[in-house]
């Protein structure tokens, strides 16, 4: 897995968010993703972020201690854990995701659908109407749905658009499962919070 995480790095260098990288020939073997520091399994990479209400670097011994192999920070960590030290987490964390993931979105034909009402509706008859034209899934708050209309797992629970990593591990799965196309809902508090970024 060391291609994938010098892919990650490769595109932090791109977006200009990389600040400091230890040699990655120290590191162990990354075997994915995470910004919630309960979700971390051995070999993961965890990505300290700013929530709504919490600061993802609190975490970062908790995420170590479930086996977190590194953390992508935006300050250095005392922690023994090796640190991919970043300008802004949030960003760097779909960045990297998108990296990690394969670049899923450029694959689909997206459609964004944000507003106060009918964003549910909307995304579920665009998924319908558009899978006329070439097989398209779905993602929003009654969640993820593949072009057949089989719910696609996601860790993503009741938010209407899921964060960075768990949105490019979604558009990831659709991809697998042949979609060409995908429409989401997009809410006015996850493009501030950046989700759909990368």
């Given at each position: 897995m060391m291609n994938k995480?010098?892919?990650?790095?490769?595109?932090?260098?791109?977006?200009q968010l990389l600040v400091e990288l230890p040699d990655l020939h120290t590191w162990p073997e990354i075997t994915g993703l995470t910004a919630d520091s309960r979700k971390v399994e051995r070999g993961m990479l965890y990505c300290a972020v700013y929530g709504s209400v919490r600061d993802g670097h609190e975490f970062v011994m908790a995420a170590r201690?479930?086996?977190?192999?590194?953390?992508?920070?935006?300050?250095e960590q005392a922690v023994?854990?090796?640190?991919?030290?970043?300008?802004?987490?949030?960003?760097?964390?779909?960045?990297?995701?998108?990296?990690?993931?394969?670049?899923p979105g450029a694959k689909l034909d997206l459609i964004g659908v944000t507003g106060t009402n009918g964003k549910t509706t909307s995304v579920t008859l665009l998924r319908h109407v558009l899978s006329a034209l070439e097989p398209t899934g779905s993602i929003g708050t009654l969640g993820a749905f593949d072009p057949a209309g089989d719910p696609v797992p996601s860790?993503?629970?009741?938010?209407?658009?899921?964060?960075?990593?768990?949105?490019?591990a979604t558009l990831a799965a659709l991809v697998e499962r042949g979609a060409r196309g995908a429409a989401m809902e997009v809410s006015s508090h996850s493009l501030d919070q950046g989700r759909v970024d990368g």
């Open positions: 995480l010098q892919e990650v790095v490769a595109a932090l260098e791109r977006a201690e479930r086996g977190a192999a590194a953390a992508l920070v935006e300050r023994d854990v090796p640190q991919i030290l970043v300008r802004d987490g949030r960003r760097a964390a779909a960045v990297a995701a998108e990296a990690w993931y394969d670049r860790e993503a629970g009741n938010l209407t658009t899921p964060g960075p990593i768990d949105l490019q």
